[in-house]
């Protein structure tokens, strides 16, 4: 069984930043797909920022010039650099990794546990 195990939430003031990391417990053999989603208290769970395998990244507009996000395929890892954090932005923070974790096992997803996130002056 594989596990996504994030770190790196925690309570920043406005404008400040956080790194969020998730590590998946063993590598994978294909990475397909690496995401960020967020669910705030009371909303429906929202995708964040997406990496693919060829290293293609998308944001959310909500986000889209304060996070980062970056992925080592090797270690089946996969970061998320938040900068200018808003209120807004509070919110428990959930990795997902879709790929293979080898030849014997369908291609699946993968999720993390999640991390808190909490802007607040």
């Known amino acids: 069984q594989v596990q996504l195990v994030e770190s790196g939430g925690g309570l920043v003031q406005p404008g400040g930043s956080l790194r969020l990391s998730c590590a998946a417990s063993?590598?994978?053999?294909?990475?397909?797909?690496m995401h960020w989603y967020r669910q705030a208290p009371g909303k429906q769970r929202e995708l964040v920022a997406t990496?693919?395998?060829?290293?293609?990244?998308t944001y959310a507009d909500s986000v889209k010039g304060r996070f980062t996000i970056s992925g080592d395929s090797a270690k089946t890892a996969v970061y998320l650099q938040m900068n200018s954090l808003k209120p807004e932005d509070t919110a428990v923070y959930y990795c997902?990794?879709?790929?293979?974790?080898?030849?014997?096992?369908?291609?699946?997803?993968?999720w993390g546990q999640g991390t808190q996130v909490t802007v607040s002056s």
């Open positions: 063993r590598s994978f053999l294909i990475t397909s797909y």
């Open positions: 990496r693919t395998r060829a290293g293609r990244t």
């Open positions: 997902n990794i879709e790929g293979r974790i080898d030849i014997a096992t369908m291609a699946n997803e993968y």
